[in-house]
């Protein structure tokens, strides 16, 4: 007698027939039992289920749609103070006292130092002297030539020598003119002596201290003060977006306003407003310099800060705006993009960008309006392919649904 063979049992490798014409009596209780657990064995293993069907790929895309665009270029940009005094002496000696706090705000004609001014005393004493000389001289030669008109008149004295005093009288005057400028240029050297703040502004670290000997106009400046509110913002632009600029600026109405990015990525409160661009284009960057004023009451932004200048010159108006996720580079650098074709095949697009909007990009060719833009999933998804499209944000829940059920029906 041969036992029954279970095609799926693993004992059926052996093909062993077991034959009980050997006498019931003879077998070992041992053969029995193993006997008993390979049937009991090959009866619990389940069925192997068929094999499932391959699923369709299912990726989320949007629909694209001509919308309107702000114009809106951000640009980098470095501050810088909107006037700059460096403070250096105008006549020479030692500094007595500074007279000013460092990294305060001064105003406009504050002392900032004060220099020996004995030598600068002494020479306005002298000119001044000279100056009674020469007025002295001058009041003695006009009652000469009073005296002399007279002489004239009576015949006691020729018409020569009454010009002769005349002369001389006016010499006295001259000399009078010269004493006065001399005393009037020593005492704008003894005013310079006390050194005043020429514009208003904040006030830097002194490069001396009280006892230091200064020169007249030397290079190294005590002091330099920048004037905060406003400021200037030197903004930085190729010439060939500012042929663009320039057009959309021109048909545009209204202030020419720039937002201000900061550094740790927060706005500027107070708008700046676009001044003048450069007449000049650099031949190493190709680029123009546009310079835009800002406000600055409360004296955040400082001079060599590097912002963002975000500027609006208008709306594109009926463009195509694709979000950036949905677009990839390929090996040469060409933009392109997987666009659901006729029959949900995928397709693949070479793609002619202008410039980043936010988070999209503004397309100029290579999609038109209605195409199905894939933006998830595109890893799995080839060209050519047959795929299932759903909304974006849908598809990106459906393995999670499909393990589930893989899940549940292994269960069962």
């Known amino acids: ?101 460092e990294g305060t705000l001064v105003t406009v004609g504050q002392p900032l130092y004060e220099l020996d001014a004995a030598s600068l005393e002494a020479e306005r004493a002298r000119t001044a002297a000279a100056l009674q000389k020469a007025e002295a001289q001058v009041a003695a030669a006009r009652a000469k030539v009073a005296r002399d008109a007279e002489l004239l008149r009576a015949n006691f004295i020729s018409r020569s020598a009454a010009d002769d005093s005349t002369t001389t009288l006016r010499q006295s005057e001259a000399d009078v003119a010269v004493a006065r400028a001399a005393l009037d240029a020593a005492q704008v050297q003894l005013r310079r002596a006390r050194i005043v703040a020429p514009i208003a502004g904040r006030i830097e670290v002194s490069a001396v201290n009280a006892g230091a000997l200064v020169t007249a106009n030397q290079t190294q400046a005590l002091t330099t003060i920048q004037q905060l509110d406003p400021m200037h913002v030197d903004i930085v632009q190729s010439s060939t977006e500012l042929l663009a600029l ?42 123009v310099t546009l310079r835009a004023v800002v406000p600055n009451p409360q004296g955040n932004l400082l001079p060599g800060m590097v912002v963002q200048a975000r500027l609006l010159a208008g709306t594109d108006r009926g463009v195509l705006l694709v979000p950036q996720q949905g677009v990839t580079r390929s090996p040469t650098g060409d933009a392109t993009a997987l666009v659901i074709g006729e029959g949900n095949k995928v397709e693949r697009r070479r793609l002619q960008l202008a410039r980043a909007v936010g988070n999209q990009w503004l397309v100029t060719s290579g999609l038109k309006a209605g195409d199905r833009l894939i933006v998830e999933g595109l890893q799995r998804a080839r060209a050519g392919q047959t795929v299932t499209p759903v909304a974006a944000g849908a598809a990106a829940s459906a393995p999670k649904v499909r393990q589930a059920a893989s899940g549940a029906s292994a269960a069962r």
């Not at 064995?41 to 068929?50: M, N």
């Not at 201000?260 to 450069?278: I, K, N, T």
């Open 1 to 101: 007698m041969t036992l029954p063979v279970d095609p799926h049992c693993a004992v059926n490798m052996w093909r062993v027939p077991i034959t009980l014409s050997i006498r019931l009596h003879l077998l070992a209780p041992s053969a029995l039992l193993l006997g008993a657990s390979l049937l009991t064995a090959c009866q619990d293993r389940p069925a192997v289920a068929p094999s499932a069907r391959t699923a369709t790929v299912e990726v989320g895309v949007v629909t694209v749609s001509a919308q309107d665009a702000p114009l809106q270029l951000e640009l980098p940009g470095r501050l810088s103070a909107s006037q700059v005094a460096e403070i250096r002496p105008q006549v020479g000696g030692l500094v007595l006292k500074r007279l000013y706090t």
């Open 246 to 287: 320039r057009s959309q600026l021109e048909s545009q109405t209204g202030n020419r306003q720039v937002q201000l990015v900061l550094e740790d990525g927060s706005l500027h409160p107070q708008p700046a407003s676009l001044q003048f661009s450069g007449v000049t284009v650099d031949r190493g960057t190709g680029t």
